[in-house]
Nanobody, 124 residues
Framework: QVQLVESGGGLVRTGDSLRLSCAAS????????MGWFRQAPGKEREFVAA????????VAADSVKGRFTISRDNAKNTVYLQMNSLKPEDTAVYYC?????????????????WGQGTQVTVSS
């Protein structure tokens, strides 16, 4: 059974950095897409970034390009989201997600597995 466990959230100030981690277990993720999504209060869940585990190809939302970086560590079966230059509008619960296959989708409906989420709060 696939398990995704996020960690690394917290309360930071505008301009600070945070690194989120998603520890994946339950199977080999060699042919999986791993994604990060976020959901702010009263808003829909939105795509942040995703990575193709096999070759490390990445896609990021326009709102985070140049500030956030997704990466993976094969040995640790962990996906990271490095978030720099954080803004108050980045405040949300951040979720790790996974789907089998090679195509990177931005819609949350295309992802089968989800973590429990980790809160990121950016104060102004």
């Amino acid at each position: 059974q696939v398990q995704l466990v996020e960690s690394g959230g917290g309360l930071v100030r505008t301009g600070d950095s945070l690194r989120l981690s998603c520890a994946a277990s339950g199977r080999s993720f060699s042919f999986y897409i791993m994604g990060w999504f976020r959901q702010a209060p009263g808003k829909e869940r939105e795509f942040v970034a995703a990575i193709r585990w096999s070759d490390g190809s990445t896609v990021a939302a326009d709102s985070v390009k140049g500030r956030f970086t997704i990466s993976r560590d094969n040995a640790k079966n962990t996906v990271y989201l490095q978030m720099n230059s954080l803004k108050p509008e980045d405040t949300a619960v951040y979720y790790c997600a996974a789907r089998s296959g090679s195509v990177i989708y931005k819609l949350s409906d295309n992802y089968n597995y989800w973590g429990q989420g980790t809160q990121v709060t950016v104060s102004s």
